[in-house]
């Protein structure tokens, strides 16, 4: 059973950082292209960013809201995905989803972990 | 960046009742567009990939075509479980957007 578990979320000041994990069971993480999307608190789904399999040289791409402050990487020894989130803003408050993607023609995410809330405060 | 229209943002509907959701992209996005499901407290739940194929374990009853630059999600007979929120989200380039979801609600 695929499964995606989300951790690291919690309490930061703005300006400081958290490094999110996306721990994975039940499928072969290094064949899969992983993402992380959030939710602000009663608002939509947002794009937060991706990255591609070793294969197609781990490249990430992301949102312009958090380029340069956010980073994706990926173990895929540990079958884990994190998101390295620097420069935190209280607009970053959300709950991050972490994603597997599926490759048809593109990507599309196919599952999703059960998110992980970030709050930005003073 | 691609902007996707949904609509309505939200409706009413009863158990058996046959609903459509409509989504509209900005420019051509070919069939690169997926369909969620989001209820309460819950994350989403990839319904819908390239436009029209179902996710595993989808029901049959969820169904999504394209003409142009429009989307549609059906579901062809609300079920209970059904009712959630629902978004599109076009892949067919960077950054990823989504429309701004559809809430069916209990009539």
């Known amino acids: 059973e695929v499964q995606l578990v989300e951790s690291g979320g919690g309490l930061a000041q703005p300006g400081r950082s958290l490094r999110l994990s996306c721990t994975t069971f039940?499928?072969?993480?290094?064949?899969?292209?992983m993402s992380w999307f959030r939710q602000a608190p009663g608002k939509g789904l947002e794009w937060v960013g991706f990255?591609?399999?070793?294969?197609?040289?781990?490249?990430?791409e992301y949102a312009a809201s958090v380029k340069g402050r956010f980073t994706i990487s990926r173990d895929d020894s540990k079958s884990i995905a994190y998101l390295q989130m620097n420069s935190l803003k209280t607009e970053d408050t959300a709950v991050y989803f972490c994603c597997r993607e599926l490759y048809s023609g593109t990507y599309y995410v196919d599952y999703w972990g059960q998110g992980t809330l970030v709050t930005v405060s003073s | 960046d691609i902007q996707m229209t949904q609509s309505p943002s939200s409706l009413s509907a009863s158990v058996g009742d046959r609903v459509t959701i409509t989504c509209r992209a900005s420019?051509?996005?070919?069939?690169?567009l997926a369909w969620f499901q989001q209820k309460p407290g819950e994350a989403p739940k990839s319904l819908i990939y390239?436009?029209?194929s179902l996710q595993i374990g989808v029901p049959s009853r969820f169904s999504g075509s394209e003409s142009g630059t429009d989307f549609t999600l059906t579901i062809s007979s609300l079920q209970p479980e059904d009712f959630a929120t629902y978004y599109c989200q076009q892949s067919s380039s960077y950054p990823r957007t989504f429309g701004q979801g559809t809430k069916v609600e209990i009539k």
């Open positions: 420019q051509g996005i070919s069939n690169y």
């Open positions: 390239a436009a029209s």
């Open positions: 990255i591609r399999r070793k294969t197609y040289g781990g490249t990430t």
């Open positions: 039940g499928f072969t993480f290094g064949d899969y292209a």
